[in-house]
C-alpha cells in the first residue's frame, strides 16, 4: 500500500479509537457516602474542623456516642471529590476531651502525609487512610467512613493550656 492511501486509513483508526475513548468516559455525578465517628472513650469530646482559621464544622460527641454526617463523593470524572460535613481536606482538626486535653491534626497542601497517620480532618477520597476504616456501599446503602476516638487518642492528646 503506498503513502497516500496509508494516511486515510491511518487517519480513520486514530477517529475512531478517539471517539471510543471520549464514549467510554464516565460522565460525573455523585454517591452517598456517610463519615462516621464513633467517640470509643469514657470522654466527652468536641470536634472542630477548620480551614485557615475558619470553623468549618463543630459537633459535640458524649462519651460512647457515633455521629453520621451525610454527604457525597463525586464518580467519574469528579472522582475524589467529597464533600462529607466539609469539603476536602480541611487544615486542621481537633478533638478535645473534656475541655482539658486537645489532640490536633494538620495537612499540609505542600506536603502529603502517610496513609497510616490519623488526621479526623481529611477527606475521604482515600479509603482506609487517616484513622478511617471503608465499608463498601451495597445496594441501596452507602458507604461508610468510620473513624474510632480511642483512649490512645485521649494519651497522645495535650493538655489545654499546658
Sequence with gaps: M????????????????????????????EVDVVRRIINNTPHDVELEILDFGVILFTASLMSQDTLNILGTCGTGFDAGQCNVGWPQDAEEGRIIFNEERILSSTISLNESKPCEERAINTSLSRPNCYG??????????????????SDEDYQNAETVGG
Excluded at 503506498?2 to 455525578?29: A, H, Q, W
Excluded at 478511617?132 to 476516638?149: D, K, R
Design 132 to 149: 478511617y476504616t471503608w465499608l463498601q456501599a451495597s445496594g441501596n446503602n452507602p458507604s461508610i467512613h468510620t473513624y474510632i476516638i
Design 2 to 29: 503506498n503513502d497516500k492511501k496509508r494516511m486515510p486509513v491511518l487517519g480513520g483508526i486514530f477517529l475512531m479509537l478517539l471517539l471510543s475513548v471520549l464514549v467510554s468516559c464516565e460522565k460525573g455525578g
